[in-house]
DNA sequence: TGGTTACATAACCTCTGGGTTAAATATACT
DNA sequence: AGTATATTTAACCCAGAGGTTATGTAACCA
């Protein structure tokens, strides 16, 4: 499943430092070096962290001479958004309507219960 | 800055048993014990979890007679979709129309580079 | 050929994360 | 008061994450 990549991707974004690389990436290609350039950190961290997005699949290295170029692959964030979207209604909706929703869910699915919900299947 | 919590909830989230935990969740409040049962895990490990969901803003705890029955809370979820926002157009533009928005970028922030865009700032 | 630049790998350290079992706490039940 | 149920806390273990310095490798430059 989609899952398996799920773990691997948040791992990734869960690093300020990864995400700011991220961000910078965002507006184009940019060498090592150039990545690490603002932050007070060795060089083998800074490939550490590119290896772990590199994993994570968040972003691509070619080569060009002696420079590793790195850009955003944008596969896993989309996947991330779409992991998101199930819980959208949860910060769209106004609360009463949420409250609507979980009520009316509650009845349908177990109309005696009084304090929580019973296990449901899930998504 | 939102970002010191963008860390500690993409962290909650890099775990598949918190996920599921939160899924479960999206059908509706449930106390411990049942959110334990799909799981061959202990429930000191389950605790645990439920306590890194709520340090990361994803879950709310309450108080029934001897259940602490937990509930989806949506913020964090909220401004996890708002980074990601930042980076919808990588996966949503045609790669040719991508291709052209770095292009723009690139001539507009520098005009005789040829490798690379320099560092400019972010977001 | 030798030096410089760009980057990766190796070996190491320390701290945290996710799990365990055992014990404590809190509430309800009789 | 005494037992059962629900949940947390404590103490511990081990693997992995994130950093370091030192060393290796690859491409360019003179």
């Known amino acids: 499943m989609t899952n398996d990549y799920l773990s691997s991707t948040f791992a ?3 690093d300020p ?3 700011a690389i991220l961000a910078r990436l965002a507006s184009g290609e940019a060498p090592v070096t150039e990545l690490a350039k603002p932050f007070d ?3 083998p961290a800074i ?3 590119l290896k772990v997005l590199e994993r994570a699949g968040l972003i691509a290295r070619s080569r060009e001479a002696q420079w590793r170029p790195c850009r955003i692959e944008a596969g896993r964030l989309k996947e991330v958004a779409e992991w998101l979207e199930h819980y959208r209604r949860f910060w769209e909706a106004s ?3 949420l409250d609507d929703y979980l009520r009316e869910l509650k009845t ?3 109309p ?3 304090k929580h919900v019973r ?3 899930k998504n």
Chains 1, 2 share one sequence.
Do not use: G, P, W, Y
């Open 41 to 43: 950190m060795s060089m």
């Open 12 to 14: 990734a974004l869960a």
């Open 47 to 49: 490939s550490k962290h």
């Open 112 to 114: 005696k219960e009084k």
């Open 108 to 110: 349908k699915d177990n």
């Open 17 to 19: 430092t990864r995400r």
């Open 95 to 97: 609360f009463d309507r």
């Open 119 to 121: 296990k449901q299947s």
